[in-house]
C-alpha cells in the first residue's frame, strides 16, 4: 500500500507541475491582464482549458489519495510542486536558481520528508478510525 501511495504523491506532483507550466504558457501568450483583448485571448486559450483539466484530475487523485494516506504529511507533499516548478522553470523558460531559492527548496522537501517519517514513527499499527474492534 505504500508504494502506491507514494507512486500516487508522484503522479499529484506531475499533474500539479503541469498545470503551473500550463499556466505560464497561457499566461506568456495571452499578455496583460486590463488588455481590452484579454479576457476573450483568455477563454479562446488552449492552455486554459489544461489548467482545468489538470485542477480537477489533482483534486481527484489527492482526495483518493487522502482515504490511504495521513492527512499531515500529505498536505505537505502536495505542495512538493513548488520545487519542481522551479525546475523545470529553470530547464525550459531560463529562470535563474539563486542560493537561497536553492536553500529553500532543500527545506521543503526536507519538510515533506520529516513529517512523512514522523508520522510513520508516532503512530502504531492500529486499524483505521471507524473500524470495527
Known amino acids: 500500500m505504500r ?22 504558457l497561457a499566461s506568456n501568450r495571452i499578455g496583460e491582464f486590463g488588455e481590452p483583448e484579454w479576457l476573450d485571448r483568455l477563454a479562446r486559450e488552449p492552455y486554459v482549458l489544461g489548467v482545468i483539466v489538470c485542477y480537477l484530475a489533482a483534486f481527484v487523485t489527492y482526495t483518493s489519495l487522502l482515504k490511504h494516506a495521513p492527512v499531515g504529511p500529505a498536505y505537505a507533499a502536495v505542495h512538493g ?23 529553500g527548496c532543500l527545506l521543503i522537501v526536507a519538510g515533506i520528508i520529516v513529517l512523512g517519517l514522523t508520522e510513520d514513527l508516532e503512530r502504531p499499527s492500529e486499524s483505521p478510525p471507524g473500524a470495527a474492534d
Open 81 to 103: 510542486y513548488v520545487v519542481t516548478v522551479l525546475i523545470v522553470s529553470i530547464a525550459f523558460f531560463g529562470e535563474t536558481l539563486t542560493l537561497l531559492q536553492a536553500f
Open 3 to 24: 508504494k502506491v501511495i507514494i507512486l500516487g504523491f508522484l503522479l499529484l506532483l506531475a499533474i500539479d507541475t503541469t498545470a503551473h507550466v500550463f499556466v505560464k
